[in-house]
């Protein structure tokens, strides 16, 4: 096959050098001047051009690189252009702004639907803990004013009953229906169903944050966290806690001490801001 490939290029070889070596014999016999006889300054030059004809067309190439040494040029040529550019991709497949992936906005969808839902969820729980309080209160209120009239009774105790019946009566009714647990138990139940609706997404905060190497908060998970609770340490950015604490300043240390983690459900001490080298 080489032997093949040798013969076909020495033919054409020897045809390139009989065309040369007739072009050469035709320059030399024919004037390329005009036949005035003004001076050309081209003339001598042009002359000894004619006069210095080539014995072989290989001197046509004699400068000329050879192909395999361009072929290793081109392709060291298009390895550094890769190199510079490996972090400067122009093509518009590297397009951070024009890139798309359906499994990825998919994603991101439903993570920005479950965050909406429990931003809902967080209101309802808010409101039954709220109300659950204030049961708590009214049942601890209940409980001094019907221990007073135990004492206003005790005071009444050396008194015969027939004289005081009819107030003993009375204050029985009326301990009788501060006692009644109905709107505790109410609210208590509302708080419960609120707590159970909110544990899985409390659950998947939990897992995200331990997740969550960087510096992401797993509230809005899109602006970095600047703050840490007091003693839990859980890490958010500022407006999410200030949005799910439902305060308007952080620093509110009186309001904030009445408010819980959402995450861990305990009591806040302060909030403290981050830094980072």
Not at 9 to 38: E, G, I, K, R
Not at 66 to 86: A, C, G, H, M, V
Not at 135 to 151: L, P, T
Not at 165 to 194: G, H, W
Request: aromatic content about 10%.
């Amino acid at each position: 096959m080489e032997n093949d490939e040798e013969s076909e290029f020495t033919v054409d070889m020897n045809s390139l050098n009989n065309w040369v070596n007739m072009y050469t014999y035709t320059l030399q016999h024919t004037s390329p001047l005009n036949s005035t006889n003004a001076p050309n300054p081209l003339h001598s030059s042009v002359n000894n051009l004619y006069h210095s004809p080539i014995s072989n067309v290989s001197e046509l190439y004699h400068n000329t690189e050879p192909l395999y040494i361009s072929e290793e040029k081109d392709l060291k040529k298009n390895l550094i252009d890769i190199l510079y550019k490996k972090t400067d991709f122009e093509d518009e497949e590297f397009d951070i702004e024009k890139y798309e992936n359906k499994e990825l906005d998919e994603l991101y969808d439903k993570i920005k639907s479950f965050n909406e839902d429990l931003k809902i969820y967080q209101e309802k729980l808010y409101l039954a803990e709220k109300n659950l309080n204030e049961e708590i209160d009214k049942m601890n209120k209940n409980v001094q004013k019907i221990d007073n009239f135990i004492k206003f009774l005790e005071n009444l105790s050396s008194i015969d009953y027939e004289e005081i019946k009819d107030i003993v009566k009375s204050i029985n009714a009326l301990s009788s229906k501060l006692s009644n647990m109905d709107s505790f138990k109410e609210a208590k139940k509302n708080y419960v169903t609120e707590r159970k609706n909110i544990l899985k997404y409390i659950y998947l905060l939990k897992k995200v944050n331990k997740l969550n190497i960087s510096n992401t908060c797993v509230i809005c998970m899109e602006d970095p966290v600047s703050h840490f609770i007091d003693p839990c340490g859980h890490t958010f950015f500022k407006k999410c806690l200030e949005n799910s604490l439902e305060i308007n300043d952080i620093n509110e240390e009186n309001t904030i001490r009445t408010k819980k983690c959402h995450i861990c459900r305990n009591f806040i001490n302060n909030l403290k801001p981050l830094y980072f080298l």
